[in-house]
């Protein structure tokens, strides 16, 4: 794995709280750092290739968008733990898919526009073939943690 440039630590520094929402966030990034779109694509791509980006994205309120998230535990027979997982992938709503050790072996958050979609999900994951069972862990207060990382 090669070493992280200053360059690159700006660029990170910088990307976690600061992408901008616009037609050319990486041109807009390139000029609060001085440099150019094609030098920013090109060492986020080095950089996600080294492993040290896993994920570009944002993050909405949910719940201000008329969402309403649940957590799931499922408890899949290992044998067919892969299948359910991708399966699990296809819904549009499931996010945080991964795997745990212990009785509940698959994990993963669901958010849903209304109730029946919800309902009706759970069933169809719940109906998977290596699935014993299910648990819907509806939050009763919502935290939000945001970690971001100074690197020097």
């Given at each position: 794995m090669t070493e992280l440039t200053?360059?690159?630590?700006?660029?990170l520094?910088?990307?976690?709280?600061?992408?901008?929402?616009c037609s050319h966030p990486f041109a807009r990034l390139a000029e609060e750092l001085g440099s150019d779109e094609d030098t920013v694509?090109?060492?986020?791509?080095?950089?996600?290739r080294n492993g040290y980006?896993?994920?570009i994205g944002t993050?909405?309120?949910?719940?201000?968008?008329?969402?309403k998230g649940t957590l799931v535990a499922l408890r899949v027979d290992p044998e067919r733990l892969q299948d359910v997982?991708?399966?699990?992938?296809?819904?549009p709503g499931a996010t945080h898919n991964y795997e745990r050790e212990g009785r509940y072996n698959l994990w993963f958050t669901l958010l849903t526009?209304?109730?029946?979609?919800e309902k009706r999900i759970l069933a169809e994951v719940e109906a998977l073939p290596g699935v014993e069972d299910i648990l819907n862990?509806?939050?009763?207060?919502k935290y939000k943690i945001n970690v971001q990382f100074n690197l020097h």
């Open positions: 200053s360059f690159d630590k700006s660029l520094n910088l990307l976690q709280g600061n992408l901008p929402v694509l090109s060492r986020l791509r080095e950089l996600k980006l896993r994920r993050f909405f309120n949910s719940g201000r968008l008329g969402y997982a991708e399966a699990v992938n296809g819904y526009p209304c109730a029946e979609m862990l509806k939050a009763n207060k």
